[in-house]
């Protein structure tokens, strides 16, 4: 056993109720460390741990790293003055999808001098190899749990979970959906799905290809398509994304697109499209989770969701790489107000204001809570669909990568390339595979092996 999984099972044993040994902060902080040291990387000398303030002292600010808009962090703001008195201090990182400019390294320096930090799920590998966060041990998220509801199978296998623990809280999942204004027919393959759009619709059809957008939706495709070997293979973490099954991919991606009006829409002109009458059917997401993305927000026609293709016998759910986590920061001096804090977040009474106007921002959690009943029942139509598609408890890895916003941004730009016309999908996805491999030799094959071993669940 490593000295992670040693110090893993201490965790859980100290944190066992039979045992009269209570974990304390040291240990959090000392698993940070040793978790660092797993990946190749070396462990930095452990600071002292920061002595927490008073929980009595509610005018002390909770300090909050938060990789979104000033208009998030207003919208956070305002939610919890509603149910707590305690203010936020919270600091914004620039990190929209569409930007391909690397963020991380400026997560990564913001993450070591605040509270608490809510960041895109892509970003945890840096944040643990830094020792910028402390994990949750097991009995403290069934507690949270306990509190406002358990969360569903897959923000909970595929986010919440690294290397076997528990390191944060989810507190959105979008994911896309088959929407059209008539009836949806049972699709299992993406041909089924391109016959439909040719034959049925008559090309009046969308999905998410615009900047930022293309290369999820290329990983939601592949992920219904590949049989074996996720992006890498497990020996020597070498690309397989130029292989012949992810061309294959790619190439009935590009058909597809051939077809559509437009090939260069945001979930949100898909929606408004099908809203005016401009296509018939498409794939994203409904307007944005409780309409955040419309500025009138009301749905004028019915609109059914139905899944994505795929065979139901095989079937496993990809988070999307950019969707928001929360984790304690291993420099927090107020770790019970954070917890508090995040856990109401992820659905504590009030906390659905803050889903209605952020669109990344969903359900993640149900049952033990009168509260999440009663939204669970009341609930939009795609909030209904998304709760039944996020109880797959079979995830599969989602780019948790050391360099992941530089990962994602060349498949991102490659994928677009190929559906304007300007690259074959074997051109388009050899430069992926070339330039991922020169990003891998930068970082370290070892270190990346380690994290990508992680991110599945495993105990490097």
Known sequence: MNPFDKELERLRMAANPRISHPINRRDLLSYACIGAATTIVGCKDQPDPIDEVSESRSDVPIQLVLVGSDDDAETIRRAWMSIDEQPLEIKTISADRVDDRPWIVTLREAALSCDLIIYPMMAVAELIETEAIVPIDDRTFEQMQEEYGSFFSAPRNGAARFGGAYVALPLGASLPALLSSRSIPTLGSWGDYDDWVAKELAGKAAEPLAVGWAGAMFLWRAIASIDQGWLFTRDDFTPLVD??????????????????????????????????????????????????????????????????????????????PFSPIASISSHCRQTSASKRLMNWMSGGEGSQLIRREIDRFTPVRSENASLLVVETQTGTPYEQWLETQLRTPVTAASLQLFAADEYYSVLDQQVVACIAGDASPEQALTVVAERWQAITDRIGKEKQKTAWRRSQGLRA
Not at 260 to 286: D, H, K, T
């Open 243 to 320: 292989s012949e099954p992810y061309v294959d991919v790619l190439r009935q991606m590009q058909q597809t697109a051939s077809r559509y009006n437009s090939i260069s829409m945001s979930p949100v002109e898909v929606w408004n499209a099908l809203q005016s009458g401009e296509i018939l059917a498409g794939i994203g997401f409904p307007g944005g989770v409780g309409g955040a993305w419309n500025e009138e927000p009301q749905a004028t026609r019915e609109v059914a969701f139905g899944d994505l293709p795929c065979d139901p016998k095989r079937k496993q759910m990809l988070l999307d």
